[in-house]
């Protein structure tokens, strides 16, 4: 089994993104069905250590299909470097309390919801689990552009067809230099894929286009020819003599 996240959010619809992440467990992308809710469990708990026992909260909310709520607390240090964790602030109406930032794991639908500032920032992150079959397994690296214009919440460009082998994926992820933009921010995205599904998405095959426009132009990713929107790198490359009549 594969289990990638999708994280969405930020202020409002205009500066949303979206972030994703392949998981691992005991380092092999390859999780055992059985390992699943362990590895959906110890990613939430690396991130809230202050939560008493969360990571077995996630495991009975996964087991269960039910929710669980808790408080976002904030990081300080103190003057020796030491973390301390401080709670946020609350608000009470009709009898109940609200906190500032809090969160919310669906067992069922797997998903971790957070609000800050009572809910005026907020972020959803939902993990997908996938059985892969062994003969379409394959791993993709693209340069993800996040929330590079108001609604539109990422753009992920391929400069590289889907790779046979994760180590030459890692590599290429290690080493793939990004664009130097001041904004959009641009991240560097390891995944592992079904090739058969990845392969019949327009998306793709848009990649694919503009891939063997780069070649036949003789155009790299960064160079001036270059857009961020896909249809918009195609139109550009198009204009260009081949790389035979240059």
Same mark, same amino acid.
């Given at each position: 089994?594969?289990?990638?996240?999708?994280? *969405?959010? #930020?202020?409002?619809?205009?500066? /949303?993104?979206?972030?994703?992440?392949?998981?691992?467990?005991?380092? /092999?992308?390859?999780?055992?069905?059985?390992?699943?809710?362990?590895?959906? +469990?110890?990613?939430?708990?690396?991130?809230?250590? *202050?939560?008493?026992?969360?990571r077995d909260k996630v495991l009975q909310a996964l087991s269960?299909?039910?929710?669980?709520?808790?408080?976002?607390? /904030?990081?300080?240090?103190? /003057?020796?470097?030491? =973390?301390?964790?401080?709670?946020?602030?609350?608000?009470? @109406?009709? #009898? $109940?309390?609200? &906190?500032?930032?809090? @969160?919310?794991?669906?067992?069922?639908?797997?998903?971790? !919801? $957070?609000?800050? @500032?009572? #809910?005026?920032?907020? &972020?959803?992150?939902?993990? &997908?689990?996938?059985?892969?079959?062994?003969?379409?397994?394959? &791993?993709? =690296?693209?340069?993800?552009?996040?929330?590079?214009?108001?609604?539109?919440?990422? =753009? %992920?460009?391929? *400069?590289?067809?889907?790779?046979?082998?994760p180590d030459a994926a890692q590599h290429y992820a290690k080493?793939?230099?990004?664009?130097?933009?001041?904004?959009?921010?641009?991240?560097?995205?390891?995944?592992?894929?079904?090739?058969?599904?990845?392969?019949? %998405?327009?998306?793709? $095959?848009?990649?694919?286009? +503009?891939?063997?426009?780069?070649?036949?132009?003789?155009? !790299?990713?960064?160079?001036?020819?270059?857009?961020?929107?896909?249809?918009?790198?195609?139109?550009?490359?198009?204009?260009?003599?081949?790389?035979?009549? !240059?």
């Open positions: 089994m594969y289990i990638t996240t999708s994280t *969405y959010g #930020g202020i409002d619809w205009h500066d /949303s993104r979206t972030i994703h992440e392949q998981l691992r467990n005991n380092g /092999s992308f390859n999780i055992r069905e059985d390992k699943v809710p362990e590895t959906i +469990a110890d990613d939430i708990a690396k991130d809230f250590p *202050y939560v008493e026992n969360i269960e299909k039910s929710c669980f709520q808790f408080m976002i607390q /904030s990081e300080e240090k103190d /003057s020796a470097g030491n =973390v301390t964790y401080k709670d946020c602030g609350t608000h009470e @109406a009709d #009898g $109940q309390t609200y &906190y500032e930032d809090e @969160a919310v794991f669906d067992g069922e639908k797997q998903t971790l !919801a $957070q609000d800050y @500032a009572f #809910g005026q920032v907020s &972020y959803i992150t939902t993990y &997908y689990v996938e059985d892969i079959p062994d003969d379409q397994l394959g &791993y993709i =690296v693209t340069e993800d552009f996040l929330a590079p214009s108001k609604g539109v919440p990422l =753009v %992920q460009r391929l *400069y590289h067809d889907i790779f046979d082998d080493n793939l230099k990004l664009h130097d933009l001041s904004y959009p921010k641009s991240i560097v995205t390891f995944l592992v894929c079904n090739r058969q599904e990845v392969s019949g %998405q327009l998306w793709y $095959q848009n990649e694919k286009e +503009a891939m063997r426009l780069m070649a036949e132009k003789g155009q !790299a990713y960064l160079d001036d020819s270059f857009c961020i929107f896909t249809k918009n790198h195609i139109e550009n490359l198009k204009k260009l003599p081949t790389k035979e009549a !240059a």
